[in-house]
């Protein structure tokens, strides 16, 4: 488990790095133990067959697939965050999940890729910032979570922007596939974003007595940052709606024009046609066929009803306009 790591926090301030414990920790004297397991999964399936906890717990934290979710059982919590993925070359929408294991003295954290979250806390922990209880630090890693998401979402609000400039400039300018790309991005992590607020909403009104006024003060802190991009979140994809719709109205009306100067096209022709039709019809009695001057009488004729043609539908108001 190389890449486990585990820490012990005074209360005071200051954090040191330990060895990793072969199962559960001892409970210090003063302060917590934060154990933060990343790596193989059957090498933390094992840490926690050692650590002898609640098999409830286990399972929840071991679990395959998880959503945001609080739940308070036996005086500890467990509670299922997630973060946007930051690693090069990976979707940031592919949300990462962290699984927290908290009690008076305990914190457990489990993640199966990186977070960059929870590394900046860690950092910030062994500069000598590091959080005095447990509610403290999970509501530290939450805000570090939402500060992590919050450039994502500022730039798909900037891709937005910018699709929407493209509009009004002309739809033919618009790439679909781009406005499918920022909705997408928008309803998948707006899916995480809404029950990790009602999550850390709910964490912050439980009734758990180590869960002192500061710490859930910082809870609520980042219960409502992440109300906000969930907010944010919201707007982002009505606004792709509406550009979605103005795109619809204008290819529509372009095409709309285009029929019409096809139907006008149909329209004068239709009476041509029908008069050279006449004229050339297989049987006798037909109108100028001794006479030379014949032809170019009913070009002369043709003319005539293609400018009547063009003068009705100008008064009708189908050709004209702007």
């Given at each position: 488990?190389?890449?486990?790591?585990?820490?012990?926090?005074?209360?005071?301030?200051?954090?040191?790095?330990?060895?990793?414990?072969?199962?559960?920790?001892?409970?210090?004297?003063?302060?917590?133990?934060?154990?933060?397991?990343?790596?193989?999964?059957?090498?933390?399936?094992?840490?926690?067959?050692?650590?002898?906890?609640?098999?409830?717990?286990?399972?929840?934290?071991?679990?395959?697939?998880?959503?945001?979710?609080?739940?308070?059982?036996?005086?500890?919590?467990?509670?299922?965050?997630?973060?946007?993925?930051?690693?090069?070359?990976?979707?940031?929408?592919?949300?990462v999940s962290l699984r927290t294991y908290l009690s008076e003295w305990l914190v457990v954290t489990l993640q199966r890729r990186p977070l960059y979250a929870v590394r900046d806390v860690i950092i910030e922990s062994l500069a000598g910032q590091a959080a005095v209880s447990p509610g403290e630090l999970i509501a530290r890693i939450a805000l570090r979570l939402a500060d992590r998401a919050e450039p994502v979402v500022m730039s798909l609000n900037e891709r937005i922007d910018d699709l929407e400039d493209q509009v009004l400039e002309g739809a033919g300018s618009v790439r679909r596939g781009d406005l499918a790309d920022v909705r997408r991005?928008?309803?998948?992590?707006?899916?995480?974003?809404?029950?990790?607020?009602?999550?850390?909403?709910?964490?912050?009104?439980?009734?758990?007595?180590?869960?002192?006024?500061?710490?859930?003060?910082?809870?609520?802190?980042?219960?409502?940052?992440?109300?906000?991009?969930?907010?944010?979140?919201?707007?982002?994809?009505?606004?792709?709606?509406?550009?979605?719709?103005?795109?619809?109205?204008?290819?529509?009306?372009?095409?709309?024009?285009?029929?019409?100067?096809?139907?006008?096209?149909?329209?004068?022709?239709?009476?041509?046609?029908?008069?050279?039709?006449?004229?050339?019809?297989?049987?006798?009695?037909?109108?100028?066929?001794?006479?030379?001057?014949?032809?170019?009488?009913?070009?002369?004729?043709?003319?005539?009803?293609?400018?009547?043609?063009?003068?009705?539908?100008?008064?009708?108001?189908?050709?004209?306009?702007?």
């Amino acid at each position: 488990m190389s890449e486990s790591r585990a820490f012990r926090l005074n209360g005071q301030g200051a954090a040191e790095e330990i060895a990793v414990p072969d199962g559960a920790p001892e409970q210090p004297g003063t302060g917590f133990v934060w154990v933060h397991l990343s790596g193989k999964p059957e090498e933390i399936d094992a840490w926690f067959e050692r650590a002898d906890l609640d098999p409830l717990a286990v399972e929840a934290l071991t679990a395959d697939e998880t959503r945001p979710r609080c739940t308070v059982h036996d005086g500890t919590i467990l509670l299922n965050l997630r973060g946007v993925n930051l690693t090069p070359g990976a979707e940031p929408e592919d949300m990462v999940s962290l699984r927290t294991y908290l009690s008076e003295w305990l914190v457990v954290t489990l993640q199966r890729r990186p977070l960059y979250a929870v590394r900046d806390v860690i950092i910030e922990s062994l500069a000598g910032q590091a959080a005095v209880s447990p509610g403290e630090l999970i509501a530290r890693i939450a805000l570090r979570l939402a500060d992590r998401a919050e450039p994502v979402v500022m730039s798909l609000n900037e891709r937005i922007d910018d699709l929407e400039d493209q509009v009004l400039e002309g739809a033919g300018s618009v790439r679909r596939g781009d406005l499918a790309d920022v909705r997408r991005m928008a309803i998948v992590l707006r899916r995480y974003m809404a029950p990790q607020r009602d999550a850390l909403t709910t964490l912050e009104i439980e009734e758990t007595g180590w869960l002192h006024g500061p710490d859930r003060s910082r809870l609520r802190e980042a219960a409502e940052r992440v109300t906000r991009l969930a907010e944010e979140l919201d707007a982002i994809r009505d606004r792709a709606q509406v550009v979605h719709d103005q795109i619809m109205d204008m290819r529509s009306e372009a095409m709309n024009k285009q029929m019409l100067v096809l139907s006008v096209v149909a329209a004068l022709f239709l009476p041509l046609g029908l008069i050279t039709g006449l004229l050339g019809i297989n049987v006798g009695g037909i109108p100028g066929a001794e006479v030379g001057w014949a032809f170019w009488g009913v070009c002369g004729l043709l003319l005539v009803v293609v400018a009547f043609q063009l003068w009705l539908f100008r008064r009708m108001g189908l050709i004209g306009k702007r």
